[in-house]
């Protein structure tokens, strides 16, 4: 029933015959699989290392090299039931024709491949047997050509010695001929010029000559051929020493003497001579073009011709001195150099007095290329020039030449920055026309900084041009490291900056009372505008040079920090003489009213002073004046009714208990004592402390050093009674207005009641006036 059941096939019962077809196809299998493993390059030994399950030898492995069908379908009949059975017949059914479609693929495939190799291998036979045929021909045309060859070499054998016997035989007369005709030729060459074409043929000559001067008619030959070359040297020797022509004409001749066997040493020297005397021509040329009456050429026109004509005609006569004279060793090379010093300095004379007419100039390009042009001619030659150090030379002048354009350009900030001063100063000074403001402090202020940055700036960009790539200079150590950091940074910025300070340090210095002729106005401009350096613009500067001039050169440079304290101190000693200034003016005001005024005879006040408003008015004016350019500052907090607290000062109860005992016949106590008393308990008033950087701090110093001198005043005068009440009455008007002014009103407090105390002090009859008649004089003043 299995049987049946599968049916035909390699999967056939038990009962069929091994005899059958069925028994070839394992063969067949085999067969098939040989083929394939063929078709894709695997070897036995490949495809028996390749895993194939448990154990390769297994003959129940369908994949195995082993494989057996009989015991592979003993085992499935044993061991499968029948539904599995057929799978298996099913799916082993499927495998082999898909085995069979393969096959049928490769060997269609393969079949298209044999038969192109069969069409090529037929036309490689066809072209092969045409090539037989020629390869025939030619190895018999050959034979042939070999046999005619031998003939004619037999032939000719007797007439080729001949023709080479022959052939060194009339070599042999050229040689004779030439020789015999020799003092012709050499006549003819010196007739016509052509000397080196003499020398030639008495060179090609002169070994034979020599060799059979024993004979007489070469003896002849060599003396007719003396005596020419004789009267050329003398030719060349009488060219040589005209020095007419140049120094090309003038190497040459010098060749030739050498050639003709005259002795060196005497045409080195008159070598050198001769050529000393061109190049001192050139320089004569050039010191022409700096005379006072023709006008000098540019720089860089005079560098060009300098170093076309003398450095050109230098670098030729090196060069053909060291072709010429190369025998003469370390000797000639030192007379070469000393001859190349000697000259090179008298140019690099020239050079620098040209390039000195050029310091007055504010651009730097023009000289730049100049002096690279003048730099890069020098360094070209090389070795011709390089023992006469001469590139050394031409370094140490440029690099002298950007030291000067340095100090130069810092000049030339300096000179900017005291006309920015001038400028301020006039426009300060320029009178005020009617209804037209002039510029204001502010204004003045940005228009000095942007100035002088802008000119900090043009000088960097000047003094860059140096350190340009493209400068045949700027990659010495010098540009690339101590021109950049000393030079450039400390010399020009940090000095500039430092120049700027001591200047304005100076106006702190001016002699007089008024602190000479500088206006007020300039020096708190100075103050802010160093502070504006202190704050910001120091670093910007110097943080703009560090980048445009990579400095490579470890020296110690001045760091940003002391610069800074180096301003900020300048400033703020400024500002300190600024409340100086104006407080000297005030004082100047306040003394002369007391000094000229007689206190004892005085009438009774009705009015302010007309002095005490004009020193409102002014400290007013400072006011605005330091606003413009400062920050308000810090108060304490102030009280709602100062005015009236600071006439209280006055009319109090306490002012009137200090001055009790002088209005009472009765009181013994001395009044002296009691202020000295009243002081001890007081505070301490420093006039001249530190002033800040604000608005308030300049106005208080100013109003303490005014309000102390009309104290001082006061105390060396004696009053009367309406001169005591015309001092209150001028104190309460400036405390009405001065508070306001200050940080502490404290302060105006104190100073304006050591005022009337003194003056109530100073006077044999001190009665004051009434508070309320003191307001009214005030307010309607």
Same mark, same amino acid.
């Given at each position: 029933?299995?049987?049946?059941?599968?049916?035909?096939?390699?999967?056939?019962?038990?009962?069929?015959?091994?005899?059958?077809?069925?028994?070839?196809?394992?063969?067949?299998?085999?067969?098939?699989?040989?083929?394939?493993?063929?078709?894709?390059?695997?070897?036995?030994?490949?495809?028996?290392?390749?895993?194939?399950?448990?154990?390769?030898?297994?003959?129940?492995?369908?994949?195995?090299?082993?494989?057996?069908?009989?015991?592979?379908?003993?085992?499935?009949?044993?061991?499968?039931?029948?539904?599995?059975?057929?799978?298996?017949?099913?799916?082993?059914?499927?495998?082999?024709?898909?085995?069979?479609?393969?096959?049928? /693929?490769?060997?269609?495939?393969?079949?298209?491949?044999?038969?192109?190799?069969?069409?090529?291998?037929?036309?490689?036979?066809?072209?092969?047997?045409?090539?037989?045929?020629?390869?025939?021909?030619?190895?018999?045309?050959?034979? &042939?050509?070999?046999?005619? !060859?031998? $003939?004619?070499?037999?032939?000719?054998?007797?007439?080729?010695?001949?023709?080479?016997?022959?052939?060194?035989?009339?070599?042999?007369?050229?040689?004779?001929?030439?020789?015999?005709?020799?003092?012709?030729?050499?006549?003819?060459?010196?007739?016509?010029?052509?000397?080196?074409?003499?020398?030639?043929?008495?060179?090609?000559?002169?070994?034979?000559?020599?060799?059979?001067?024993?004979?007489?008619?070469?003896?002849?030959?060599?003396?007719?051929?003396?005596?020419?070359?004789?009267?050329?040297?003398?030719?060349?020797?009488?060219?040589?020493?005209?020095?007419?022509?140049?120094?090309?004409?003038?190497?040459?001749?010098?060749?030739?003497?050498?050639?003709?066997?005259?002795?060196?040493?005497?045409?080195?020297?008159?070598?050198?001579?001769?050529?000393?005397?061109?190049?001192?021509?050139?320089?004569?040329?050039?010191?022409?073009?700096?005379?006072?009456?023709?006008?000098?050429?540019?720089?860089?026109?005079?560098?060009?011709?300098?170093?076309?004509?003398?450095?050109?005609?230098?670098?030729?006569?090196?060069?053909?001195?060291?072709?010429?004279?190369?025998?003469?060793?370390?000797?000639?090379?030192?007379?070469?150099?000393?001859?190349?010093?000697?000259?090179?300095?008298?140019?690099?004379?020239?050079?620098?007095? $040209?390039?000195?007419?050029?310091?007055?100039?504010?651009?730097? +390009?023009? *000289?730049?290329?100049?002096?690279?042009?003048?730099?890069?001619?020098?360094?070209?030659?090389?070795?011709?020039?390089?023992?006469?150090?001469?590139?050394?030379?031409?370094?140490?002048?440029?690099?002298?030449?950007?030291?000067?354009?340095?100090?130069?350009?810092?000049?030339?900030?300096?000179?900017?920055?005291?006309?920015?001063?001038?400028?301020?100063?006039?426009?300060?000074?320029?009178?005020?026309?009617?209804?037209?403001?002039?510029?204001?402090?502010?204004? *003045?202020?940005?228009?000095?900084? +942007?100035?002088?940055? +802008?000119?900090?700036?043009?000088?960097?960009?000047?003094?860059?041009?140096?350190?340009?790539?493209?400068?045949?200079?700027?990659?010495?150590?010098?540009?690339?490291?101590?021109?950049?950091?000393?030079?450039?940074?400390?010399?020009?910025? &940090?000095?500039?900056?430092?120049?700027?300070?001591?200047?304005?340090?100076?106006?702190?210095?001016?002699?007089?009372?008024?602190?000479?002729?500088?206006?007020?106005?300039?020096?708190?401009?100075?103050?802010?505008?160093?502070?504006?350096?202190?704050? %910001?613009?120091? !670093?910007?500067?110097?943080?703009?040079?560090?980048?445009?001039? *990579?400095?490579?050169?470890?020296?110690?440079?001045?760091?940003?920090?002391?610069?800074?304290?180096?301003? $900020?101190?300048?400033?703020?000693?400024?500002?300190?003489?600024?409340?100086?200034?104006?407080?000297?003016?005030?004082?100047?005001?306040?003394?002369?009213?007391?000094? /000229?005024?007689?206190?004892?005879?005085?009438?009774?006040?009705?009015? &302010?002073?007309?002095?005490?408003?004009?020193?409102?008015?002014?400290? /007013?004016?400072?006011?605005?004046?330091?606003?413009?350019?400062?920050?308000?500052?810090?108060?304490?907090?102030?009280?709602?009714?100062?005015?009236?607290?600071?006439? !209280?000062?006055? !009319?109090?109860?306490?002012?009137?208990?200090?001055?009790?005992?002088?209005?009472?016949?009765?009181?013994?106590?001395?009044?002296?004592?009691?202020?000295?008393?009243?002081?001890?308990?007081?505070?301490?008033?420093?006039?001249? +402390?530190?002033?800040?950087?604000?608005?308030?701090?300049?106005?208080?110093?100013?109003?303490?050093?005014?309000?102390?001198?009309?104290?001082?005043?006061?105390?060396?005068?004696?009053?009367?009674?309406?001169?005591?009440?015309?001092?209150?009455?001028?104190?309460?008007?400036?405390?009405?207005?001065?508070?306001?002014?200050?940080?502490?009103?404290?302060?105006?407090?104190?100073?304006?009641?050591?005022?009337?105390?003194?003056? %109530?002090?100073?006077?044999?009859?001190?009665?004051?006036?009434?508070?309320?008649?003191?307001?009214?004089?005030?307010?309607?003043?």
């Amino acid at each position: 029933m299995a049987a049946e059941a599968v049916g035909p096939g390699p999967a056939s019962g038990p009962g069929d015959s091994p005899e059958g077809p069925e028994a070839n196809a394992p063969e067949r299998r085999r067969k098939a699989h040989g083929m394939l493993k063929l078709y894709y390059g695997l070897s036995e030994g490949e495809v028996g290392s390749r895993p194939s399950g448990p154990d390769s030898l297994d003959p129940t492995d369908l994949n195995g090299a082993h494989f057996d069908p009989e015991v592979y379908l003993d085992k499935l009949r044993r061991e499968c039931p029948l539904a599995q059975l057929m799978d298996s017949e099913t799916d082993m059914v499927r495998q082999i024709r898909a085995l069979d479609s393969d096959m049928q /693929t490769l060997v269609y495939e393969n079949y298209n491949k044999f038969i192109s190799a069969t069409d090529t291998i037929r036309k490689m036979k066809n072209d092969f047997r045409k090539m037989e045929d020629e390869m025939d021909r030619l190895a018999n045309n050959m034979a &042939v050509i070999t046999d005619f !060859s031998a $003939r004619i070499s037999a032939t000719l054998q007797d007439r080729h010695e001949r023709i080479t016997k022959l052939a060194g035989v009339h070599a042999l007369l050229r040689k004779l001929q030439f020789l015999f005709e020799l003092p012709s030729r050499l006549t003819k060459c010196v007739e016509l010029g052509a000397y080196r074409q003499a020398v030639h043929y008495q060179g090609r000559a002169r070994a034979v000559l020599q060799q059979y001067q024993h004979l007489p008619s070469f003896r002849a030959i060599q003396d007719d051929c003396q005596v020419i070359m004789a009267r050329l040297a003398q030719q060349l020797r009488q060219r040589f020493r005209e020095g007419g022509s140049g120094a090309p004409e003038q190497a040459e001749c010098v060749e030739l003497l050498l050639a003709l066997g005259e002795p060196a040493e005497e045409l080195c020297e008159e070598f050198l001579a001769h050529a000393r005397g061109r190049l001192e021509e050139e320089l004569r040329a050039l010191e022409r073009e700096l005379g006072p009456s023709p006008p000098a050429p540019d720089v860089l026109e005079f560098t060009d011709r300098g170093g076309s004509g003398f450095v050109g005609g230098l670098c030729q006569v090196a060069a053909a001195y060291q072709e010429l004279f190369a025998a003469q060793g370390p000797t000639g090379a030192e007379k070469l150099a000393a001859f190349a010093r000697e000259l090179g300095s008298h140019y690099f004379e020239l050079v620098e007095r $040209r390039l000195a007419q050029e310091q007055g100039g504010g651009d730097n +390009s023009l *000289l730049v290329r100049a002096l690279d042009r003048f730099h890069r001619r020098l360094r070209a030659p090389g070795a011709p020039l390089a023992a006469a150090g001469l590139t050394e030379s031409a370094t140490e002048i440029v690099e002298r030449v950007a030291r000067e354009r340095l100090g130069h350009h810092l000049q030339g900030l300096q000179a900017a920055f005291l006309g920015c001063l001038t400028d301020v100063r006039q426009a300060l000074a320029a009178p005020r026309l009617a209804g037209k403001e002039g510029p204001s402090l502010a204004d *003045l202020l940005a228009n000095v900084a +942007s100035s002088i940055l +802008s000119h900090i700036k043009a000088s960097l960009a000047a003094v860059h041009l140096f350190t340009a790539k493209e400068v045949s200079f700027s990659n010495k150590p010098y540009f690339r490291g101590e021109f950049c950091s000393q030079g450039v940074r400390e010399g020009l910025i &940090v000095g500039f900056i430092r120049s700027m300070c001591q200047t304005a340090q100076s106006f702190c210095d001016s002699p007089g009372e008024k602190g000479g002729a500088t206006p007020p106005a300039l020096l708190l401009l100075l103050s802010r505008l160093c502070l504006d350096y202190e704050t %910001a613009t120091i !670093s910007y500067i110097l943080t703009l040079t560090d980048e445009q001039f *990579l400095v490579q050169d470890q020296s110690p440079v001045t760091p940003v920090s002391t610069l800074c304290a180096e301003a $900020r101190d300048t400033a703020r000693r400024l500002l300190t003489h600024y409340v100086k200034v104006q407080g000297l003016v005030i004082s100047q005001m306040l003394r002369k009213s007391v000094e /000229t005024r007689d206190w004892l005879s005085t009438l009774e006040p009705r009015n &302010v002073r007309a002095v005490m408003k004009r020193v409102v008015e002014d400290t /007013t004016a400072i006011d605005v004046q330091v606003g413009l350019l400062y920050e308000e500052g810090v108060r304490k907090a102030q009280s709602s009714d100062s005015s009236k607290r600071t006439f !209280s000062v006055y !009319s109090s109860s306490r002012q009137q208990g200090r001055y009790a005992p002088s209005y009472t016949p009765s009181a013994p106590m001395d009044t002296n004592l009691l202020s000295n008393i009243q002081k001890l308990f007081s505070e301490r008033i420093d006039v001249f +402390s530190p002033v800040e950087f604000n608005k308030v701090s300049v106005l208080t110093g100013i109003i303490k050093i005014s309000l102390k001198t009309l104290l001082e005043c006061v105390r060396l005068r004696t009053f009367g009674r309406f001169g005591l009440q015309q001092v209150q009455v001028d104190c309460h008007f400036l405390q009405l207005y001065l508070w306001r002014f200050v940080a502490d009103e404290e302060l105006v407090h104190l100073l304006l009641d050591e005022v009337v105390a003194s003056a %109530a002090l100073r006077c044999p009859d001190p009665v004051p006036m009434e508070p309320s008649v003191v307001e009214v004089i005030c307010e309607r003043g």
